[in-house]
């Protein structure tokens, strides 16, 4: 046998180069057959739901359960998403100071808040669009708040109408609202909200301007530019869609809301002391640190570092509460001790429902009370009423 016979017998046959080109075909990125844009972490699998053990552990369910648009609008930051990253960062910068001495068992977490009581001072932060994670939606969330007997902040922006949402289950019920200029029109959802059973009214002023990089580069059909129809106005002309829905804010927008508000009203997204005192000024009945879980201001502050500042601003005249980043049980603890008076939890709780429904959202806030009790009881604290200053260190740059 010659040379060239010798070559053919061992050379790649007809069957096996097609073969190969088939498999380098479906991997191409291009073909999208084989896509899988993020890793699963430290889990080498995906974990069922008896297996979750912190929050964290619920993310790759949901980012594979939902569309990658949907995983996008949870998970996206405003701009370069400094802020966004620096909302975690900032749980670095603040030690806990172990003192023991405490039984987990007997941590008791209940509290009050204007004139409720509460098993816990962690509740459910306003977030959008809950439907697209899961059918159940709002629904389903509010069946696992009550469950946990958590206090849940329904989004103005919500799958479902408030009412529904409040006849779904019997768990306490607040109201968040972005204000329109016409008065008429809040004038009518907050008088809906309340008639139904809300307890409080939040009116959100941080998001005010703001645009995702993410969406920008249009990979997927949720970073398209939106149909406007001709009842909605567009926005005005710019290169990054930013709205300008918001843009017309002012103090004095207050002064207009308190009277239709039978119930207490706070203003959430402050992140500066003199903020919290012009509140105070304009008839605010309490103040949520917040920087939008990092969508509102790109190079902001988190707001774990500006939480003391707002605090002493206010001076107990009104409850503080928190959200943007929170996590986990020891996270909430060292807000509590640099003076919040609740924390919410809104990505968190997403992932829950994302990934299991219901059972997921509701796991979601079974863990993290847990974690609490036991940073509690690390912490040698029995009771909301024993965490003071004297339990952590700070150090933010």
């Known amino acids: 046998m010659g040379k060239i016979e010798q070559r053919w017998r061992r050379g790649m046959s007809r069957r096996r180069a097609l073969c190969g080109l088939a498999s380098f075909m479906a991997a191409s990125p291009l073909l999208h057959a084989q896509r899988d844009p993020w890793p699963l972490g430290p889990h080498r699998r995906f974990l069922g739901f008896d297996e979750m053990r912190d929050v964290f552990d619920f993310e790759p369910i949901f980012r594979a359960n939902v569309p990658l648009s949907v995983y996008d609008y949870t998970a996206h930051g405003t701009e370069s998403e400094f802020t966004l990253y620096r909302n975690r ?82 768990g306490p019920l607040w109201f968040q609202r972005y204000a329109s200029r016409g008065m008429e029109s809040n004038r009518e959802a907050l008088g809906t909200a309340q008639e139904v059973g809300a307890q409080t009214i939040v009116v959100t002023i941080d998001q005010q301007a703001s645009y995702y990089e993410r969406d920008l580069h249009v990979r997927h059909l949720g970073g398209a530019p939106r149909r406007v129809t001709r009842r909605e106005r567009p926005n005005p002309p710019n290169p990054y ?5 918001r843009l017309w804010y002012e103090w004095t927008l207050f002064d207009e809301l308190r009277p239709m508000c039978d119930v207490p009203m706070l203003a959430k997204g402050i992140l500066t002391g003199e903020g919290a005192k012009k509140c105070l000024e304009h008839g605010v009945d309490g103040i949520i640190v917040s920087n939008h879980g990092g969508r509102a201001l790109d190079y902001g502050p988190s707001s774990l570092e500006v939480l003391e500042e ?88």
């Open 310 to 397: 707002v605090v002493e601003a206010v001076g107990g005249r009104v409850p503080v509460l928190i959200d943007s980043g929170f996590r986990r049980g020891g996270d909430v603890l060292k807000a509590l001790a640099l003076g919040a008076d609740a924390v919410c939890l809104g990505r968190a709780s997403r992932w829950g429902l994302g990934a299991f429904g219901e059972q997921g959202a509701q796991k979601v806030l079974e863990i993290v009370n847990a974690e609490l009790k036991q940073a509690m009881a690390f912490a040698g604290a029995a009771s909301l009423a024993e965490i003071d200053r004297s339990i952590v260190k700070t150090n933010f740059p």
């Open 89 to 170: 960062d900032a749980f670095d910068w603040v030690e806990l100071i172990g003192r023991g001495g405490v039984d987990a068992a007997s941590v008791d977490t209940s509290t009050e808040l204007f004139g409720h009581a509460m098993p816990s001072p962690v509740m459910l932060a306003p977030t959008a669009r809950q439907r697209d994670l899961h059918p159940d939606g709002e629904l389903g969330m509010h069946r696992a708040a009550t469950a946990t007997g958590t206090t849940m902040i329904v989004s103005n922006v919500s799958s479902f109408p408030f009412p529904r949402i409040a006849r779904d289950a019997e």
């Open 241 to 245: 869609r930013v709205g300008a829905g």
